[in-house]
């Protein structure tokens, strides 16, 4: 069974760092797509980076330059690393991951994020 945890929120006052992990188990199948999403109170979920398996990766505009977005195959883990938090990146954060033989999704329960001071 596949199954995503993460961990790694919680609460933090801007301007500080938080590294989040997502945990993959189960996954006896080639990956084609990971992603970390957050989404806010009252708002949709939204994509905030993500790899494919050509090892591209992409950040949405609004945290490039403060999130990295690793992996550890070893440990089947991925990271986003967030720098310089702001109150607007409070949300709660999931991992997505593609499987590509059918495309199928699995998504991580989530972990919050708040930052507040």
């Given amino acids: 069974q596949v199954q995503l945890v993460e961990s790694g929120g919680g609460l933090v006052q801007p301007g500080g760092s938080l590294r ?3 945990a993959a188990s189960g996954m006896m ?3 084609y797509f990971m992603g970390w999403y957050r989404q806010a109170p009252g708002k949709q979920r939204e994509l905030v980076a993500n790899i494919y ?3 591209y990766i992409d950040y ?3 945290v490039k330059g403060r999130c990295t977005f690793s992996r550890d195959n070893a440990k089947n883990t991925v990271y986003l690393q967030m720098n310089s938090l702001k109150p607007e990146d409070t949300a709660v954060y999931y991992c997505r991951v593609v499987r590509r033989d059918t ?3 699995y998504w991580g329960q989530g972990t919050q994020v708040t930052v507040s001071s």
């Fill in 103 to 105: 495309m199928q999704d």
């Fill in 20 to 22: 989040l992990s997502c």
């Fill in 53 to 55: 398996s050509s090892d």
């Fill in 60 to 62: 949405v505009d609004s």
């Fill in 29 to 31: 199948f080639s990956i």
